[in-house]
């Protein structure tokens, strides 16, 4: 079974332009989150998706991050536009239910690098 | 103050030996506790769950102090292939999110 896949692996934008990270999930998880880890700091929570509706939304840290979940399959992340502090690992995880019976498997991330 | 504090470490170790990680947190209505490996450049993978009773697996036991908000995880006999970074992660009743440590790196020597 194919796991958590995320594309791209790496992307490197300057200041001010837009980039869209892609999460596919395990097939079957209806439940879809997003974290990132910036230098130096823990990973951190930025939202989970229960089918295509956002569930909880607490850990965005500002309007220029837009998620979607259009049909409830793959998801996306757009930063727009970055900023030098966005620079990060941004990792998606799926799961086939919430609560903590079921695993969060995580995804390889995406490495967002801003200059 | 961090939700979730851990020893960044590095803890360098020979193989054989026994390491202990320790873990505090600071929201009392966490519910859930896990472990999880994270090896260099890679994504985070759950080791095991932690529960009030202790519980082991194999070589690692995790052990959970809810009156101290404090998780532990013993690893014994350590192999080189332990060698990683170590995350203590917390979720919240209600919410699913997971609250993740800064994690505590274990380099094992030969």
């Known amino acids: 079974e194919a796991g958590v896949t995320q594309f791209p692996s790496h992307s490197v934008i300057e200041k001010g332009q837009t980039v869209t990270l892609r999460c596919d999930p395990i097939?079957?998880?209806?439940?879809l989150y997003w974290y990132r880890r910036v230098m130096g700091k823990e990973i951190k929570f930025l939202l989970h998706f229960v089918k295509e509706s956002k569930q909880d939304e607490s850990g965005m840290p500002n309007n220029r991050f837009l998620a979607e979940r259009t049909g409830g399959t793959y998801s996306t992340l757009k930063v727009q536009p970055a900023e030098l502090e966005d620079s990060g690992v941004y990792f998606c995880?799926?799961?086939?239910?919430?609560?903590?019976?079921?695993?969060?498997?995580f995804g390889p991330g995406t490495r967002l690098t801003v200059t | 103050r961090k939700e979730v504090e851990q020893d960044p470490g590095p803890f360098n170790v020979p193989e054989g030996a026994t390491v202990a990680f320790n873990c505090t947190y600071s929201?009392?209505?966490?519910?859930?506790f896990f472990w999880y490996r994270q090896d260099c450049r890679k994504e985070p993978k759950l080791l095991m769950s932690v529960y009030s009773s202790g519980n082991e697996d194999g070589r690692f036991t995790a052990q959970l102090n809810r009156a101290s908000q404090y998780i532990s995880l013993l690893i014994r006999d350590s192999k080189l292939s332990d060698s990683a970074t170590y995350l203590c992660v917390c979720r919240s009743g209600g919410y699913n999110k997971l609250i993740f440590g800064a994690g505590t790196r274990l380099a094992v020597h030969p």
């Open positions: 929201n009392s209505a966490s519910q859930s």
């Open positions: 995880a799926s799961s086939q239910d919430f609560g903590s019976a079921y695993e969060q498997y």
């Open positions: 097939s079957g998880h209806d439940n």
